[in-house]
């Protein structure tokens, strides 16, 4: 097809794109994958028969603090690494703070609680399959990502996948939240951030070949 | 015959707007735009330039929605055009010595490279037509000795002297003018 033909085919169908189209479309993408989280939480693990009770407490709003702060952070970043032109990505160390925080929480917790039951409190009774949970919860979000970003024009793969990873993964562990029972500070600094870095290392694994266009 | 940036934003947001006129006019203006950007990046491969004009006028086209129309159109599309350009590379498995990297990286700077040809074209204008295209075809479209010879119905000893001629002519104004 020489280049007059090509341009005449596709000033055929010229959609109007409106003014916020790229966040919306990750938007969508992002939603569509977390419904069907939200349904495989919901009808195979189950919420937690406590959870009316568990949201008045403090470790609940923790961990929900905690992982959608990070969700917030990579989703932003996803918005920046789906233009093409370069930006500078600096300000991700920002999502240092929640870690951070949620550590100080965790030193204050074992500094109240006797060393004995410390290995108990880190441990709980999930850590086991919480992290690939998490990781395989993530997966229907990143998914949808990857829908999103087929008319976005992300030009560092390997970053935006492993952005992608982390939006998934902070998400997925914000909709486990409603099933895990997990209470102790430690524990979700440990086994949920586990979780959603394994996310974040499969997408910049995966990143380079599956968003290539 | 290149177009502002500012013309070209113009069309890519009316274009955004759902309006096909605006937008083909877009894509009709960006060819000769991408021709020469990869042209001078590409040494040659002609083939190859066109299949890269085509497959960025299409990515162009499907993912409009990652342009920010706040920020200037020219640097959004190139930085599309050079990711084809790596893609087409990585595609071929070729490899590419490191002293060219620099002129694929190289960030097109629209409005210098629009004054820029602006003095070269008002230098140009300043030679006789045969040794100013000589060096038109030669040095700034990219073509080679033989290429420009056969395009102009001359010999290529004729090319190689016009642009000889042509430069030292130049050079001796461009002496003048500053002193």
């Not at chain 1, 609940?60 to 952070?73: D, P, R």
């Not at chain 2, 299409?58 to 050079?82: C, G, K, M, N, Q």
Request: proline share 4%; net charge positive.
């Amino acid at each position: 097809m020489n280049t007059d033909q090509l341009i005449q085919s596709l000033s055929a169908n010229v959609p109007a794109v409106p003014r916020r189209a790229l966040g919306r479309r990750i938007g969508f993408g992002m939603t569509g994958g977390a419904i069907i989280t939200l349904a495989l939480v919901v009808f195979i693990l189950g919420i937690r028969p406590d959870l009316h009770h568990a949201m008045l407490g403090f470790s609940f709003w923790m961990k929900w603090v905690y992982t959608a702060s990070l969700g917030i952070g990579s989703v932003l970043a996803v918005a920046r690494l789906a233009r093409p032109t370069p930006t500078s990505l600096r300000w991700v160390w920002l999502l240092a703070i929640p870690v951070l925080l949620l550590a100080g929480i965790g030193i204050g917790e074992l500094a109240s609680t006797p060393s004995s039951s410390w290995l108990a409190m880190w441990l709980g009774q999930s850590w086991m399959i919480c992290p690939w949970l998490v990781l395989s919860l993530a997966m229907p979000i990143f998914i949808g990502l990857l829908w999103s970003f087929r008319r976005l024009a992300p030009t560092q793969l390997r970053a935006a996948g492993a952005a992608a990873g982390l939006a998934a993964g902070a998400w997925a562990a914000t909709i486990y939240c409603v099933h895990c029972p997990e209470t102790s500070a430690i524990f979700v600094l440990t086994w949920y951030s586990l979780g959603i870095l394994l996310a974040a290392g499969v997408g910049a694994l995966v990143g380079p070949r599956l968003l290539r266009w | 015959m290149q177009q502002s940036e500012a013309q070209l934003k113009a069309w890519m947001t009316d274009g955004l707007d759902g309006d096909a006129v605006a937008h083909a006019a877009l894509l009709r203006a960006l060819v000769p735009l991408l021709r020469s950007f990869y042209r001078r990046r590409m040494r040659g491969a002609d083939d190859d330039v066109e299949d890269l004009v085509q497959e960025t006028l299409i990515s162009v086209h499907t993912r409009r929605a990652s342009y920010d129309r706040e920020r200037p159109f020219t640097a959004w599309l190139y930085a599309i055009a050079r990711y084809r350009m790596i893609d087409h590379f990585r595609r071929r498995k070729v490899s590419v010595p490191i002293e060219d990297v620099e002129a694929i990286l190289v960030a097109e700077g629209f409005e210098d490279a629009t004054n820029a040809q602006m003095d070269v074209d008002r230098l140009l204008s300043t030679l006789s037509p045969k040794q100013a295209r000589a060096i038109r075809d030669t040095h700034i479209d990219g073509l080679s000795i033989a290429e420009a010879a056969s395009r102009a119905e001359i010999g290529e000893s004729d090319v190689k002297i016009s642009v000889h001629r042509g430069f030292k002519a130049l050079a001796a104004r461009l002496r003048g003018e500053q002193s």
